[in-house]
């Protein structure tokens, strides 16, 4: 069955500490792949999507993700965090004609 | 343009009862899907509506149930609730089959309680 990993459940960070989320996937086929964030009291939103091309994808906010198909994996990356940054992390992949499939979450806590 | 839209916002229900959820998705947008976000599983994917028929649907029982009017709006219907269906009901639209690189726009969501 497919299935997302998302290793991290609970993450704290002290703002301009570098921050790395883990993901990865079971599904051998062609796949889209996406991060979701959701900060306290709002809704789910899009951080950064990967459909083809440069592995190497730039989000909102200064997050980037790197896809990784030899090893199934597309971590979340951010150099320097802020407090803002504050809230539960999703990942999420797409096989082509098929539905989303989320993992888990990962709440990251920044204090000042 | 306004985002996608749920109601109600908040619900508190016994075991037992029925209850009915509603989505309005984006203009425009013809794929409408519906995920459970209960405390510390994430979201689990319920069901997915496009051009008003039912193209998948997720691992549970029959008594979750919606459908897809011809606006595109849509319903999630929960029948016999049990305790354990106490969740945050998301709504995501997205532009539909037609793209197969379609991102999904999520509601605010319709946090249930069942008492």
């Known amino acids: 069955a497919q299935s997302v990993s998302q290793h991290n459940h609970h993450v704290i960070l002290s703002e301009a500490a570098s921050l790395e989320l883990g993901c990865n996937y079971s599904?051998?086929?062609?796949?889209?792949l996406f991060w979701y964030v959701q900060y306290p009291g709002q809704h789910l939103q899009l951080l950064l999507k990967y459909f083809s091309g440069d592995p190497l994808v730039k989000g909102i906010k200064g997050f980037e993700a790197e896809f990784i198909k030899s090893k199934f994996s597309f971590n979340l990356r951010k150099p320097s965090v802020q407090w803002s940054d504050t809230a539960e992390y999703f990942c999420?992949?797409?096989?082509?004609?098929?539905?989303?499939?989320f993992g888990t979450g990962t709440r990251l806590q920044v204090f000042p | 343009e306004a985002g996608v839209t749920q109601s109600p916002t908040h619900l508190i229900k016994t075991r037992g009862q029925q209850v009915t959820l509603r989505c309005s998705p984006i203009?425009?947008?013809?794929?409408v899907y519906w995920y459970q976000q209960a405390l510390g599983l994430g979201l689990q994917f319920l069901l997915w509506y496009d051009e008003g028929e039912e193209r998948n649907r997720g691992n549970f029982p029959p008594r979750f149930s919606g459908r897809q009017f011809p606006n595109y709006s849509s319903e999630l219907n929960v029948n016999a609730l049990e305790l354990e269906d106490s969740a945050l009901y998301l709504c995501?639209?997205?532009?539909?089959?037609?793209?197969?690189?379609?991102?999904?726009?999520f509601g605010p969501g319709t946090r249930l309680t069942v008492l």
């Open positions: 995501a639209s997205s532009p539909g089959l037609a793209g197969a690189n379609n991102e999904q726009f």
């Open positions: 599904y051998g086929g062609t796949v889209n």
């Open positions: 203009s425009g947008h013809t794929s």
């Open positions: 999420a992949v797409k096989p082509r004609t098929d539905k989303l499939i």
